[in-house]
């Protein structure tokens, strides 16, 4: 409410003319009545029309998982030219529109310009991916579902399937939880993700979210207690902020306040690499549902202190055959991870992204590489002004270790 009050007060300070999403060269722009402004129209795109209106060949598709999920990933390229697929997978809160929002300066868009193939998962209770064969978005049953269900279920098709497709390795890149997926998936298939990865490039990676500076930290211990009153609340997930990021969206003001209410005590801040430009359409398609499950199975990792499986209660004894769940246990993975962290980064702590690196066997360490930013924080990954430098160049290279095998 208090940002909605706030964002609407700056939204009154900026010349409005129409509902389109106004982009300006830089922040006075935004304030001048002949600013170097124009209409963006990504923010009311798909995330197939923003890869065709990068001149790009995208396919559709539609995975039906083993448990009955519609999973909507999206395949696009320029010219193909190199024989590795990439895979991004998006974190909590959002959707794979995360990787389309900074244009020319998107990972996604350089390695399509590079030759590559790239494809973009939407995991399940996102925007793109409400189906299922027989359950409706609405009900109840539809949300019975955590972090591991999108590892052992969604990952596993989009991976089976872009293997089955192309009969090469892929690259997986995940995002925030989208690295706790791979994860999950590769520690429990850990035979089967070997033949269908190359390697696992990891922005922002948190484990147990036990050594971060995130206020989730601390959210996640007391959430059984909140829990009730968010059911009773919100239901079944906690829905995107829609107004607030749509009047956040329209000025620099906006998205300041956004950034330090919202943002700062999850994730970090980093002022420095906002892109006056870009940021309108950064902040517009930011956002999608956070399931009530994946925070149940984040909480059980948080007050265990530990990586384990899902928690079923009474019931371990008849689906672990143990009384507490065992640990993903990530020395059991055999495809080589990279990670790729940043010091200002309150949810991807360098920490935290230690603690995971030391899990890995020393056959599958294949670079804990910290960004060059000292301020760099998560949203850096998606949205950094200098993003070419810092992260896509590095990653670039990492690539092509991966793809030779020369770790
Ligand atoms: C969907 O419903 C059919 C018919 O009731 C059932 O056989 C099938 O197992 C269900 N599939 C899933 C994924 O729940
Ligand atoms: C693909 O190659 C064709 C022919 O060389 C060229 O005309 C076109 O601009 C290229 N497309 C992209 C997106 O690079
Ligand atoms: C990205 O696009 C902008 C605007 O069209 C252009 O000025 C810039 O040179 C491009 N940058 C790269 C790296 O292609
Ligand atoms: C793995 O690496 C660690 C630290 O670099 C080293 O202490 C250990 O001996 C290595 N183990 C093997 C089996 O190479």
Not at 360 to 386: P, S
């Amino acid at each position: 409410m208090l940002l909605e009050i706030i964002s609407l007060l700056s939204f009154l300070l900026v010349r409005q003319n129409c509902n389109a999403i106004k982009c300006c060269a830089t922040v006075p722009d935004y304030y001048r009545a002949n600013g170097n402004c124009w209409d963006n129209p990504d923010a009311e795109s798909t995330q197939t029309e923003i890869l065709q209106r990068w001149g790009a060949k995208v396919d559709e598709h539609f995975l039906t998982t083993d448990d009955g999920y519609v999973i909507f990933m999206s395949t696009a390229s320029f010219n193909k030219t190199k024989s590795t697929p990439v895979v991004f997978g998006h974190g909590q809160h959002h959707n794979g529109d995360s990787f389309v929002t900074n244009y020319n300066k998107s990972l996604v868009y350089n390695l399509l310009q590079d030759g590559y193939e790239v494809s973009i998962i939407n995991y399940r209770g996102s925007k793109y991916s409400k189906g299922h064969v027989n359950l409706s978005y609405s009900d109840e049953a539809y949300w019975n579902f955590g972090f591991h269900e999108m590892a052992v279920y969604d990952l596993r098709k989009c991976l089976e399937f872009i293997y089955s497709r192309n009969k090469e390795k892929s690259i997986y890149i995940g995002y925030s939880l989208g690295t706790l997926i791979s994860f999950a998936y590769s520690s429990t298939f850990s035979e089967e993700a070997g033949e269908y990865l190359q390697g696992i490039i990891s922005f922002g990676p948190f484990a147990t979210l036990s050594r971060v500076r995130s206020l989730f930290n601390p959210g996640l211990v007391i959430w059984p207690a909140i829990r009730p009153f968010f059911k009773l609340v919100f239901g079944n997930y906690l829905p995107r902020a829609e107004a607030a990021l749509d009047i956040a969206s329209k000025s620099p003001l906006g998205w300041l306040f956004l950034e330090f209410i919202e943002r700062l005590p999850i994730i970090g801040i980093d002022l420095g690499q906002i892109d006056p430009s870009y940021k309108p359409v950064q902040v517009f398609l930011f956002e999608d549902k956070i399931p009530i499950g994946v925070l149940d199975q984040l909480s059980e990792l948080r007050r265990s202190g530990k990586l384990i499986q899902k928690d079923y209660g009474v019931k371990n004894m008849e689906v672990y055959g143990t009384p507490t769940p065992p640990v993903y246990d990530l020395s059991k993975i055999i495809v080589p991870n990279a990670l790729f962290v940043g010091k200002g980064d309150f949810l991807g702590d360098p920490n935290e992204a230690t603690f995971i690196y030391e899990q890995f066997t020393n056959e599958t360490q294949c670079g804990y590489v910290l960004i060059k930013l000292d301020g760099w924080y998560h949203g850096d990954f998606l949205w950094a002004k200098d993003g070419i430098e810092l992260l896509v160049k590095p990653v670039m290279e990492k690539i092509k270790q991966l793809e030779q095998n020369s770790c």
